[in-house]
């Protein structure tokens, strides 16, 4: 190969890595739960952010966590905050906690979560109505979930079933956004509670 050649290559690779580099910069940093990952077991922690503990609002017979329009069912009160726990085995992106998330009845407003860990901001996989991301859309009108005799009956809600998969024990936070809203609520996260 000649020099000028061997040089063309040269410059030819390096414009590849810098605009590999440069459009890999723009986009988000992928998380831990996207590609092959250390699962790690443990309790979960003691020591998060203070945090509202799960509590009966109507029409809901279940404590939960959230306001209007979504709040989420599964959560337990714990020392600091609430926690989720799991005590099987883990699937491929993580340990499964099981959360329900519930709309009151006749809501038409579409919600979107997130859940990141807040010490490494590694986002939680979530899976939902045969989709699954680390952004869940809850859209009350495309839900296969809606208990009661009758949409819209005193006590009935809008259900979306979900599993929440993270790579270790930790603080998380959730994130839930709608058009003209939103809240966030921490929680623990372990194979078991205590430590």
């Keep these: 190969m000649r020099r000028t050649e061997s040089w063309a290559l040269l410059g030819s690779a390096v414009v590849l890595a810098a605009c590999s580099a440069e459009s890999s910069a723009l986009r988000p940093s992928p998380t831990a739960l996207s590609a092959p990952i250390q699962i790690t077991y ?3 922690p003691k020591d998060c952010p203070e945090s509202p503990q799960p509590r009966l609002v109507s029409p ?3 404590p939960v966590i959230g306001q209007a329009p979504l709040w989420a069912i599964g959560f337990e009160p714990g020392t600091r905050a609430p926690f989720l726990s799991h005590h099987g085995v883990s699937e491929a992106k993580g340990i499964p906690l099981k959360v329900f998330w519930v709309m009151a009845p006749g809501s038409d407003t579409v919600v ?3 859940i990141t860990e807040t010490r490494t901001a590694t986002a939680a996989w979530i899976s ?5 991301g680390t952004v869940a859309t809850f859209n009350p ?5 809606i208990s009661s005799p009758t949409a819209g009956d005193v006590g009935g809600v809008i259900g979306f079933p979900s599993s929440v998969d993270i790579a270790r024990p930790g603080c998380y936070e959730i994130d839930a956004s709608w058009n003209g809203g939103k809240w966030s609520q921490i929680f623990a996260a372990g194979t078991t509670f205590g430590g």
């Design 42 to 44: 443990g309790p979960a």
């Design 128 to 132: 939902w109505d045969d989709t699954s």
């Design 112 to 114: 979107q979560v997130t």
């Design 60 to 62: 809901f017979s279940n």
């Design 141 to 145: 009108a495309h839900t296969q979930v």
